[in-house]
Each structure stands twice: as C-alpha cells, then as structure tokens.
C-alpha cells in the first residue's frame, strides 16, 4: 500500500537589512513522526541584544508548536521575554508559527507577521496584522491616515495572551510565513507570481519572495524572512 501520508518539504530565507544587525529570526522543527512546527520572528527594534535574542525565540515557538500546537509555540515563546530583564532592556519581537501534521495546518500568530495560503491558482492572506493601521482602518478614515498607524503594533509577544493571539486552519498545500520585510516591501501581486514559478520548490520561493524585498524611497530596506512549507500529495500507486 502506498503511503497515505503527504510528504512535507520546507525552504527558509533571511535577509539582513539596511540597518545593522539582523533582528529576523526563523526556524523548522520536525518531530520523529514526520510533524512539523515552523516560526517566524521579527524583533521589534535592532542592536545585538534582539538579534540575539530572536533565534531563541524562534527556536523555542517552533519546538513547543510541533509538540503543542502553534499558540503554544507562540505563548512559549513569548514567556521568555515577558519580564523585562534586570537591567530593564528584555528584547521584544512579534512573530507567527504554524503546525503541519496529519490532522492539517494551523497558524497562531502576534502582531505583523504574515502567513499565506497557495492553493493552486491564488495566494490568500490568512493573518490579519495585528497593528494600529489595521484597526483605525474598521471606521472608515482615508487610507493615508490609516497607513500612517500601520507600523504600530497592538499585540507582541511580550503581551501576547490566548485572547490576543490569531489563530487560523489553513487548507492550502503550500504555506508561507513572512516577516514584514517581505510583505510590506513585496507587492501582493509579485509574490503571487513568485507563489505559481516557484510553489514546486520551497526553497527557491523562500528565496525568492526574500530577495524581491526592495528598498522604500527612503532607501530602507527592513530585515526579510521566509518559511514556505510544502505538502506533496501521497503517490496514487
């Protein structure tokens, strides 16, 4: 009998942006049984501090969320930075992680991180970003003044809580996690043609939704991460 179990193949990317130090962090975690927890984080700030802090983050949420499911991995994850520290200087950071096993995906996530959906033909946005912008937006104001908040975030993992985490199914085949280095500097559009060229191969998505990352007129450029996760269909015979 073949086996009934899609196999599951993940592409990461980061990019460094145009201030020191990268303060993304991602990782893919995968237990004996072929389930797979992911996260991404983006530190809020920069400086050695979050740039260190910000793998154990992600480490930490896509552990607990392969073995607990992702709001776990976000509270976990979370519960390590939600004292500010001695000196008063704890690291803070937002982030999303999503859980693939064989009852399907699901996503948590905290602020503006993003996970996506492929399904074949469209890419959906799943999350919805968790920033002043967002909310300013639900009474109508002009658009510019609502994008003016959009760099506000509501909700970190330093204040995240089971009432204050999103969470969603997602019944795509190819999953994309993002910081917003990417989806705020990568029109919906480019990454929906980069979603059909490359869903096949994770890795070259990863890749590619990362370098498409480009500077605002400004010339910044924001740290950019990508986890895509792919499930390929069981063979039929």
Known sequence: MPDATPAVLTGVATREGTAADNADACKVYRLADGTVGAAVIDGIGHGPHTSATAPLLAETA???TAHRGPLAGILSAGLLIADDGHDGEEANAVGVAVLVDDAGTRAAWVGDCDVLGWNGTR???YSTPQVMGEWVRQYGPPVEIAAHYDDWVRVSLHSATVATTGEVDIPD??????SDGVHDQVPADVMEDLARQHHR???ALANALVAAAQADESDYRDDATAVVISMTPPPTT
């Open 173 to 178: 085949p190819v999953v994309i996690l993002l």
């Open 123 to 125: 890419l959906r946005r």
């Open 62 to 64: 896509a552990r607990v």
């Open 201 to 203: 191969d994770p890795q």
